[in-house]
């Protein structure tokens, strides 16, 4: 099965700094990337995906990058605010057209925007 | 508003009893999903559903049986509860649209303690 890898697990940037959250995955036929934001008590909330057939996609002070080649795949946050303080998952997930199946998570990454 | 909820938030119980945790959606969404959240372990699939009638055992399904016989509710019972099974449960849903994944909407969480 899919294996998702993220790191780091903690990261600590100074508020109006960038930050790089990064993923590797393991299966090939993997074909859509969502990036989960999570504050404390609450479920995860999507913040950007992106799907295969794109290397790119970006959406105001959020970006992320595909390479599918190297099976990896990356979050960045520029300009960071107080209020981007979370934990952040990547997953990953293949898309057969036939039904959704569940998302395998990496194990997340705390980070901590510092005043 | 459409929404998904899950009930109770916080349940303590005690080994060998039978646990069923309640998720609801208002959205009509065809696909269903049961995760747990650990330290460590980020949050892994269970259980899911495509609709009514159907299910599909996940990554860390032993323990643990749903039934889907509506499109609104996806219950997750533990037969017997064990230890191992502390954790935060996540409930999340999507809908189907035949040609791209869509996003995972996720409920507020159950904290279950297993004693």
């Known amino acids: 099965g899919e294996n998702v890898e993220q790191h780091p697990s903690t990261l600590s940037v100074q508020e109006g700094d960038s930050a790089v959250i990064k993923c590797t995955y393991s299966?090939?036929?993997?074909?859509?990337f969502p990036w989960y934001k999570q504050e404390l008590g609450k479920g995860p909330q999507l913040i950007i995906d992106?799907?295969?057939?794109?290397g790119e996609k970006k959406d105001q002070r959020i970006a992320v990058t595909l390479n599918k080649t190297a099976k990896h795949f990356s979050l960045h946050i520029t300009e960071t605010q107080p209020e981007d303080s979370a934990v952040y998952f990547c997953?990953?997930?293949?898309?057969?057209?036939?039904?959704?199946?569940?998302?395998?998570f990496g194990k997340g990454t705390h980070l901590i925007i510092q005043p | 508003d459409a929404e998904i909820t899950q009930s109770p938030r916080h349940k303590i119980t005690e080994t060998g009893r039978q646990v069923t945790l309640a998720c609801h959606q208002t959205?009509?969404?065809?696909?269903m999903f049961w995760y747990r959240q650990d330290l460590g372990h980020g949050l892994r699939l269970i259980h899911y559903?495509?609709?009514?009638?159907?299910?599909n055992k996940g990554e860390v399904s032993d323990g643990y049986s749903v039934s889907r016989s509506n499109t609104e509710d996806l219950p997750l019972t533990l037969e017997s509860a064990a230890s191992s099974q502390t954790s935060v449960y996540f409930c999340?849903?999507?809908?189907?649209?035949?040609?791209?994944?869509?996003?995972?909407?996720f409920g507020p969480g159950t904290r279950l303690t297993v004693l």
């Open positions: 999340a849903s999507s809908k189907h649209s035949g040609r791209a994944y869509n996003e995972q909407f």
């Open positions: 299966d090939s036929a993997s074909n859509y």
């Open positions: 992106i799907r295969s057939n794109v």
């Open positions: 997953a990953a997930s293949f898309y057969s057209g036939g039904g959704a199946d569940g998302l395998t």
């Open positions: 959205w009509n969404h065809n696909n």
């Open positions: 559903s495509y609709g009514v009638q159907d299910t």
